[in-house]
Nanobody
C-alpha cells in the first residue's frame, strides 16, 4: 500500500502565498499524472491543477497565473505554489496520483488525506 501525505496548508491573508507538498510513502512503479483538487464547504471537489508524465500542466481558470504545479520525479512528490491567494481559494486541498504501484498493478487513483487552506480577507 501507499499513502500520500500533504503538508503546507494553513491560514493566510488575502494576497499571501502558501506552498503545498504531497509526498508518497513509497515509490510508484510508474506515474501517469499527479494533481491537486480542492473542496470548499458545501461544494463539490474540483480540479485545481495537474501535471502529466511528460511535464505538461493544466490549471483551472480560477487559478491560472497565480498557482504553479511542479513535481520532484525522484521523490514522487508534487508541489503547488499558490500566490496572490483569495478568500475564494479557501478549501481542503487534496493531492491525487494516477499510477501503477507495482509492475503487476493496473492504473489506480491514490488520494491524500487533505490539507486545509484558509484565506482571510
Amino acid at each position: 500500500q501507499v499513502q500520500l501525505v500533504e503538508s503546507g496548508g494553513g491560514l493566510v491573508q488575502a494576497g499571501g502565498s502558501l506552498k503545498l507538498s504531497c509526498a508518497a510513502s513509497r515509490s510508484f512503479f510508474s506515474i501517469n499524472a499527479m494533481g491537486w483538487y480542492r473542496q470548499a464547504p458545501g461544494k463539490q471537489r474540483e480540479l485545481v491543477s495537474t501535471i502529466i508524465r511528460g511535464g505538461s500542466t493544466n490549471y483551472a481558470d480560477s487559478v491560472k497565473g497565480r498557482f504553479t504545479i511542479s513535481r520532484e520525479n525522484a521523490e514522487d512528490t508534487v508541489y503547488l505554489q499558490m500566490n496572490n491567494l483569495k478568500p475564494e481559494d479557501t478549501a481542503v486541498y487534496y493531492c491525487k496520483v494516477e499510477a501503477k504501484l507495482t509492475r503487476y498493478d493496473g492504473v489506480n487513483d491514490y488520494w491524500g488525506q487533505g490539507t486545509q487552506v484558509t484565506v482571510s480577507s
